[in-house]
């Protein structure tokens, strides 16, 4: 897979080695996350971005980055995958990064060969995402996300629908883009 990947955290060893498993996974360039400007220009060389996020003591801390992600005007940029690795996923955990709009949540322990396939997952397929005026990222309805953070997320109101494919050729393409009114 030609693909690039960003790590978000710090630059301790388990940063170090989420960027090493994500080489061994047919990741290339990885670098460390320092922002949309850079990888806005790693999206002229590589189309396709993951942006893979070590654990961390509190998910909520992640907020501000998954937000200028989402909430990019780069569709390359706002629709590229978001991954959490967790130490050992709590419920609570897991929550925070589907309100966050986060693709994935993979635990520890995991290997090259599957990180490739929760990848590929990301890849060639047509996925789903949904903005309202507090959430933008993939249908997760069925996931039961709804938590006191964001109780009424999705039920009610305006909201767009969006069909979206990603290749490792083009990066990013919006299939469908549908304003919709939920009664």
């Given at each position: 897979?030609?693909?690039?990947?960003?790590?978000?955290?710090r630059e301790?060893?388990?940063?170090?080695?989420?960027?090493?498993?994500?080489?061994?996974?047919?990741?290339?360039?990885?670098?460390?996350?320092?922002?949309?400007?850079?990888?806005?220009?790693?999206?002229?060389?590589t189309?396709?971005?993951f942006?893979l996020?070590?654990?961390?003591?509190?998910?909520?801390s992640l907020?501000?980055?998954?937000?200028a992600?989402?909430?990019?005007?780069s569709?390359?940029?706002?629709?590229?995958?978001?991954?959490?690795?967790?130490?050992?996923?709590?419920?609570?955990?897991?929550?925070?990064?589907?309100?966050?709009?986060?693709d994935?949540?993979?635990?520890?322990?995991?290997s090259?060969?599957?990180?490739?396939?929760?990848?590929?997952?990301?890849?060639?397929?047509?996925?789903i995402?949904y903005?309202?005026?507090?959430?933008?990222?993939?249908?997760?309805?069925?996931?039961?996300?709804?938590?006191?953070?964001?109780?009424?997320?999705?039920?009610g109101g305006?909201?767009?629908?969006?069909?979206?494919i990603?290749?490792?050729?083009?990066?990013?393409?919006?299939?469908?883009?549908?304003?919709?009114i939920?009664?």
């Open positions: 897979m030609k693909a690039s990947a960003f790590v978000v955290g301790d060893r388990a940063g170090g080695a989420l960027a090493q498993i994500a080489r061994d996974a047919g990741l290339d360039p990885v670098q460390r996350y320092e922002g949309l400007a850079k990888a806005e220009r790693q999206s002229k060389k189309p396709l971005l942006f996020c070590a654990a961390v003591d509190d998910v909520r907020k501000p980055m998954a937000d992600i989402r909430f990019s005007p569709a390359h940029l706002r629709f590229s995958p978001i991954i959490y690795f967790a130490r050992s996923p709590s419920i609570e955990a897991i929550r925070g990064c589907i309100n966050m709009g986060f994935d949540v993979i635990a520890l322990p995991f090259a060969e599957q990180l490739r396939t929760r990848f590929a997952r990301q890849v060639g397929t047509v996925q995402y903005e309202t005026p507090t959430y933008f990222g993939p249908d997760r309805r069925e996931r039961g996300a709804e938590d006191e953070a964001n109780p009424r997320r999705g039920t305006q909201y767009e629908r969006f069909e979206i990603r290749s490792v050729e083009k990066g990013v393409e919006v299939l469908k883009d549908d304003d919709q939920m009664l």
